[in-house]
């Protein structure tokens, strides 16, 4: 079976301008006469090294020759490098295959850091397009929902596509919701409140006694609850959670629990990703269980 490369690249870690450019030097391919690993630029203070993959041999050696340890090659079947998803750019990130959101179901996804998780809750609620792949060309939304003829998922995309789908998302980074909304607790919760259950979802997640707060003013866990209490108040057809426990102790995160698997009771769609093993088990009907190289 032939395989194909993937070569990722740290634009963070990778420094031409303080290194001998060792990948270039070492690398078999180019020194036969092939360009397999070039510069992205001839400005070393902009420049990153760029690897073909059309011809790469997945040898190593510039992995292993590399100072500052900003390069990694994943050897990959041939099947799987036509199930593309989504690619951020030239030696980045890419995901394949997408979990299929289920009614009345909660899916949990789990995996290491740097997996694609939040990507893939990012691509199912809308907030990014799936490229398949094409980054220098990205596909229209007729060519998405062909792209997936045949799966459950071609149904998703339409609706997706046209906008009918009511989608609510808890993110990852609670920290931020200070910064992007200046007042109270109450108020916040109060504006997005389309459901008219914030009072009993307040009470059930033990936020009474912060309703009155400054939002610069609560906890990491207060913010955390918060933000699923907003979530679950919006009306939607699919919830999306992203690490919806972080912050809070073994009783809250029950009750967490409890708040969002209420979704799945009343006929929505839910999705959850969680570092939480045993939150995870106790929440999800389904888990998929999310493999690969972290950040490649």
Not at 63 to 76: D, F, G, M, T
Not at 79 to 101: A, V
Not at 143 to 162: P, Q, R, V, W
Not at 183 to 196: F, P, Q, S, T
């Amino acid at each position: 079976m032939s395989t194909h490369r993937i070569a990722v690249i740290d634009k963070e870690l990778c420094k031409p301008r303080k290194c001998n450019l060792e990948c270039i030097t070492f690398c078999p391919l180019n020194k036969s006469g092939e360009k397999c690993i070039t510069l992205s630029s001839d400005d070393l203070s902009k420049a990153v090294a760029v690897i073909d993959e059309d011809i790469c041999n997945g040898c190593g050696i510039c992995v292993k020759k590399c100072p500052y340890e900003a390069i990694s090659i994943v050897n990959l079947a041939q099947e799987w490098s036509e199930k593309k998803i989504h690619q951020y750019g030239p030696n980045s990130f890419r995901l394949y295959n997408l979990p299929i959101p289920k009614k009345e179901t909660v899916i949990g996804l789990l995996g290491r850091n740097g997996m694609g998780k939040s990507t893939i809750l990012n691509i199912l609620s809308g907030i990014i397009k799936p490229n398949l792949g094409r980054y220098d060309n990205e596909p229209s939304w007729e060519e998405i929902i062909e792209y997936f003829h045949g799966s459950e998922m071609k149904s998703y995309f339409e609706k997706l596509a046209d906008n009918s789908i009511k989608v609510s998302i808890k993110p990852q980074m609670v920290n931020l919701i200070p910064k992007a909304f200046k007042g109270i607790a109450r108020d916040l919760i109060n504006k997005y409140d389309e459901r008219g259950i914030a009072d009993d979802i307040v009470k059930r997640l033990g936020l009474e006694n912060s309703l009155d707060k400054s939002l610069d003013e609560l906890s990491g866990g207060e913010l955390q609850r918060f933000a699923v209490a907003i979530a679950v108040s919006k009306d939607a057809d699919f919830y999306f959670f992203d690490e919806p426990s972080s912050y809070n102790d073994v009783y809250q995160r029950l009750e967490v629990a409890k708040v969002i698997h209420s979704l799945a009771k009343e006929g929505k769609s839910v999705m959850v990703v969680e570092h939480d093993v045993a939150l995870l088990d106790y929440l999800s009907d389904y888990v998929y269980i999310l493999y690969g190289q972290p950040g490649v």
